[in-house]
């Protein structure tokens, strides 16, 4: 790799970080008063980490040390860091065509283009995409769409609450905020949008040993039925649920658990949203998490791998169903954002597909995806290390304190093992993945679909050395 593009030192740039930039959803007093502290080596950093380059799937930081980025940035980089003259010459070439207009009322070439190429990945009769900046974006629209529908529909109000699912995350706009099933997250800012409920999600480790896949699925169905006559249907507009469930560490779905949800939303008239902000474009082997388990969504919500996240650009992409009552008289949508299908960001989008395509990037997902879980199940080998779970390239290791009992750790136990210890010796060891605990602990791994053997084995060489370490200090 070269030299660094940025005109400030390495110093420079810490002092500008720490005087200026807010880092999302971080703990920026830890970087108030520590001291720089150059090259670090005792486990704990006090400098503002500061990636400069990418490529395939490692990246560097501002002192040239290498990472192999086993979370493809945040779930999204799905082709890798490597792409970046092919798409920066389709950015730069609709620049200089026409660097911005909106889709209020106007259309362009590219988001045209970009709607009919997502259109046609989509399964089912998905054939209408409305543009977003993001994945929260892309919720709070899917959400407000939902509601309108059943509006412009029937003629009146009173169908306006969703129901999503226990510790699963959607974003942070209020409305998609409102769904998330992670309470702290939500409590700094209610009151919040009425009104959600939030079921079970589909975690099957912590359940009874002698439940079988069917009964596992039968209580799902139950409670989200349960749910739904306690609710009112007639004041239900949507379900929203992640094909896989990210947060929480990779929860995949028990057999027929999806046709169940499909068959209760179609029995009590709500819309059911499928949120693949994470799974579509790939992640779980297929372009959207959908097809792969044949779920039949009325909307569907999709960000990060659209682009690649070389662009901030998202969709909802609606049935034929949910837009029939906006093709009616003088129905409108009555929503809209300056940058949705902004012309560069979908230039990019169409370009990351045409790559995905040429480079046949989500058959490689299948074709390696046996080979990575059973590298990965190497690390079930440690007394730390619980489960293995999900699918595709989207994985999660459960890390219990009790392998045989399942118990997990306290929450003083999480703060030390997964914020003071894991974090900082994986980053240490120069490998980038995800120690969350916002359900049980779990490392997430998620890495670029264009990783191969090579990175698995890295991937697993290091989780071992610093899970191991890490079990052996938690018993001292
Ligand atoms: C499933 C899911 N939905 C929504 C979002 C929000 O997306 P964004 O951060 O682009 O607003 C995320 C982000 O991680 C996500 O994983």
């Not at 914020?419 to 890495?447: H, M, N």
């Amino acid at each position: 790799m070269s030299a660094p593009v940025t005109g400030l030192s390495h110093d420079e740039l810490q002092q500008a970080a720490r005087d200026h930039l807010w880092l999302h959803f971080t703990r920026m007093g830890s970087y108030r008063d520590a001291a720089l502290v150059g090259g670090s080596g005792s486990g704990k950093t006090t400098e503002v980490p500061i990636i400069v380059r990418g490529d395939g799937c490692y990246l560097e930081d501002s002192k040239g040390k290498r990472y192999l980025d086993a979370l493809a940035g945040l779930f999204s980089v799905n082709i890798g860091y490597g792409y970046g003259e092919e798409i920066g010459q389709a950015a730069l070439e609709q620049m200089r065509e026409l660097p911005f207009y909106t889709n209020w009322s106007y259309a362009h070439p590219r988001a045209i283009e970009l709607a009919q190429t997502v259109a046609d990945l989509a399964p089912g009769d998905l054939n209408r995409v409305f543009f977003v900046s993001g994945g929260s974006e892309a919720v709070e629209s899917a959400w407000k769409l939902a509601r309108q529908h059943y509006l412009a529909r029937d003629g009146k109000h009173g169908k306006f609450k969703a129901i999503a699912r226990e510790v699963a995350y959607h974003g942070t706009t209020m409305g998609a905020l409102s769904i998330n099933g992670i309470e702290s997250l939500r409590e700094p800012f209610e009151p919040l949008v009425p009104e959600v409920r939030h079921v079970s999600n589909t975690n099957r480790y912590h359940r009874p040993l002698e439940e079988t896949e069917e009964e596992f699925t039968r209580f799902l169905l139950e409670e989200l039925e349960q749910t739904i006559q306690e609710m009112g249907p007639e004041t239900v507009c949507l379900v929203h649920m992640e094909p896989v469930q990210n947060a929480g560490g990779a929860f995949t779905p028990p057999a027929g658990y999806w046709q169940g949800v499909r068959e209760l939303c179609d029995r009590y008239d709500i819309l059911l949203s499928a949120d693949e902000v994470i799974t579509a474009f790939g992640r779980v082997g297929d372009w959207f998490g959908s097809t792969r388990y044949d779920i039949n969504p009325d909307i569907v919500c999709c960000a990060k791998g659209l682009s690649s996240s070389y662009a901030a650009i998202g969709a909802v992409i609606a049935s034929d169903k949910v837009m029939e009552p906006f093709m009616e008289g003088s129905s409108v949508y009555m929503h809209g954002i300056t940058f949705g299908g902004h012309p560069v960001m979908s230039a990019i989008a169409l370009k990351n597909i045409e790559i995905m395509k040429r480079d046949k990037i989500v058959e490689g997902v299948r074709e390696h995806e046996d080979a990575f879980r059973s590298t990965l199940s190497q690390l079930l080998e440690l007394p730390i290390v619980g489960d293995l779970r999900g699918t595709g390239f989207f994985y999660a290791l459960e890390l219990v304190k009790d392998k045989e009992t399942r118990e997990t750790f306290s929450e003083e136990e999480c703060e030390w093992l997964l914020r003071e210890y894991l974090s900082s010796a994986l980053f240490e060891r120069g490998l980038i993945c995800r120690a969350d605990d916002r359900g049980d602990p779990v490392i997430q791994i998620s890495p670029p679909l264009v990783a191969r053997q090579e990175q698995f084995d890295e991937m697993v060489g290091i989780l071992g050395d610093v899970l191991a370490e890490a079990g052996d200090r938690m018993k001292r």
